[in-house]
T-cell receptor, first 113, second 116 residues
């Protein structure tokens, strides 16, 4: 069955620390890859997306992610986090032809000022 | 362009009742999907509609149903509510459908349903 795994459920960092959130998926076909962020009390917002081409994609607010096809991974990174990055982060995979996303269970990030 | 609008934002229902949630997609989007979000489970796919037709359905009991109207607005219905149905229900719209090539989804703020 298709699935998306996010390895870290809770992450606590100090401001200016570097961030890497892992995401692995299991699906052998063509995929679109996404990272969404949900700030407290707000709706899911798209951070970045990968459809094709350069496997290193840059998103909003200084986030980037790298698609490694051989590892079925799409890890999210940010060199220096800010207090305002405190939120829940979801990795999602769009499976070609299925008309749905498979989401990971999310990672709650808390950044300490 | 207005975003995805979900109504109501909050609902409190009693076990055994039924509930209807509404979603208005972004203008021009023909695909609407529904997800259930609960702590620890993340987002679980319920179903997806395109041009009034259900194209895909998740692993939820038959108590969960939906429909889409000709103007692309969608409703989902949960009958015989159970305590475990308490969750944030999210609607997402996209032009052609999640999973379609090079398509992203836009999410509404959700309806928080509490079953007591």
């Amino acid at each position: 069955a298709q699935s998306v795994s996010q390895h870290n459920h809770h992450v606590i960092l100090s401001e200016a620390a570097s961030l890497e959130l892992g995401c692995n998926y299991s699906y052998g076909g063509t995929v679109n890859l996404f990272w969404y962020v949900q700030y407290p009390g707000q709706h899911l917002q798209l951070l970045l997306k990968y459809f094709s081409g350069d496997p290193l994609v840059k998103g909003i607010k200084g986030f980037e992610a790298e698609f490694i096809k051989s590892k079925f991974s799409f890890n999210l990174r940010k060199p220096s986090v800010q207090w305002s990055d405190t939120a829940e982060y979801f990795c999602a995979v769009g499976l070609s032809g299925t008309y749905k996303y498979i989401f990971g269970t999310g990672t709650r990030l808390k950044v300490l000022a | 362009k207005a975003g995805v609008t979900q109504t109501p934002r909050y609902l409190i229902k009693t076990r055994g009742q039924q509930v209807t949630l509404s979603c208005s997609p972004i203008s021009g989007h023909r695909s609407v999907s529904w997800y259930q979000q609960t702590p620890g489970q993340g987002l679980q796919f319920l179903f997806e509609y395109f041009s009034e037709t259900q194209r895909n359905k998740g692993n939820f009991p038959g108590r969960f149903s939906g429909r889409q109207f000709s103007n692309s607005r969608s409703e989902m219905n949960v009958s015989t509510l159970e305590l475990g149905d308490s969750a944030l229900y999210l609607c997402a719209s996209s032009p052609t459908g999640q999973g379609a090539r090079n398509t992203e989804a836009f999410f509404g703020q959700g309806t928080r349903l509490t079953v007591v």
